[in-house]
């Protein structure tokens, strides 16, 4: 039985094939990623004192644990249609752990680039399960990504980073999604920026589904920097970006002007948030609602706290924001900022009754 026959998610290029530049010659490498949840987050909401619905597209259930499948599964197929044998990325570790996994499924090599001791240790954890050949690199992404432009120029490798076209192409099938899920589009999408591919690939799915007749609407787009690497709020690179949210450590992205255009056609904006208000919102989403992201997602989230101060989100607004990547990528931050302080005590009943306070 085919996966096109039978009642399998087939992942989200057979699902959105119609809007994809894929043909029938196109192999389809997919860990049928895609089709996440749309979770409501009404508790979060409640005690940021907000009065509109919140809806929270949980990409950390993708099969490597964050979005980035959505993209690769379109740019390693693409590259093994053309024949190429080896992919290669920078990445602040998800683009690696997406890409490592999909070159194990095509039968390809896979080659990451990573900024040495920057990468949250889940994610170094897959590039290596999934047998990457892992460089790291005494520098930080931006750097790492000038070197891998320069070998894909050699026609050696294939690069799968977001300055392949085919990759934000994949990646727009969220915004499909999240407009099949609530009939139509959000009034704001908000999201974490970092290379800010995501957001370039957002705005073009939403509106190519108005212009396909499947959505009628289109959400204001709301980027939100980590306030150490936030180049496009500051308006100019940023020589060494730093943050606690790895994945949006970026000085120079490589989408600057796609992320520019959907804050700007959309009469959305793009702003940035310092990593204590990010590790606030991290810890207050975990215990409001049970959602572990990793301290990326919790970029727009914050921003939304900010917009709620200043008033402006309208009462009723239907908003969604994106969970990039899984909480567990990044277990350091998760202990380190949650604290780690067991109650050691002896294994009887009323020593632990008693710590407990019952
Ligand atoms: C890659 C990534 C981002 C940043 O996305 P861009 O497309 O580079 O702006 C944000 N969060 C997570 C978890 C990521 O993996």
């Not at 997406?98 to 039968?107: D, L």
């Amino acid at each position: 039985m085919s996966s096109t026959s039978s009642n399998i998610w087939p992942g989200v290029i057979r699902r959105y094939s119609e809007h994809l530049p894929i043909t029938d010659a196109t192999p389809v490498i997919t860990l049928h990623e895609g089709n996440t949840p749309l979770v409501p987050a009404p508790g979060f909401v409640e005690a940021i004192g907000g009065k509109f619905s919140l809806y929270l597209k949980c990409e950390g259930l993708n099969p490597t644990c964050s979005f980035k499948d959505r993209g690769m599964t379109l740019a390693v197929s693409k590259a093994k249609e053309r024949g190429a044998e080896i992919v290669i990325c920078a990445s602040t570790g998800n683009t690696s752990a997406s890409a490592a996994a999909y070159a194990a499924r095509a039968k390809m090599r896979c080659i990451v680039l990573l900024p040495h001791g920057k990468i949250a240790l889940g994610k170094l954890a897959q590039a290596l399960m999934y047998g990457a050949t892992t460089v790291a690199i005494e520098g930080n992404f931006d750097q790492a990504l000038q070197i891998v432009r320069e070998l894909g120029e050699t026609g050696k490798v294939e690069v799968v980073n977001s300055i392949n076209p085919v990759r934000i192409e994949g990646q727009k099938t969220a915004a499909f999604e999240i407009c099949d899920a609530l009939g139509d589009a959000p009034d704001f999408h908000f999201l974490p920026v970092g290379n800010a591919g995501n957001i370039t690939a957002y705005w073009r799915g939403y509106r190519e589904y108005q212009a396909a007749g499947k959505s009628d609407t289109l959400p204001r787009m709301c980027g939100w920097q980590a306030a150490g690497a936030a180049p496009i709020v500051d308006g100019h690179p940023i020589a060494s970006p730093n943050t606690v949210a790895t994945a949006i450590r970026i000085g120079n992205p490589a989408s600057w002007q796609g992320a520019r255009e959907a804050a700007d056609q959309s009469e959305g904006f793009i702003d940035k948030v310092t990593d204590e208000e990010i590790l606030h919102a991290y810890k207050l989403l975990a215990r409001t609602e049970g959602i572990f992201v990793e301290p990326a997602c919790a970029a727009p989230l914050a921003g939304l706290i900010k917009a709620v101060q200043r008033d402006q989100i309208p009462e009723g607004s239907l908003i969604a924001a994106t969970m990039t990547g899984h909480g567990l990528k990044d277990p350091d931050t998760a202990i380190g900022s949650a604290g780690f302080h067991p109650h050691v005590v002896p294994a009887e009943r009323d020593a632990v009754l008693k710590v407990l306070g019952l």
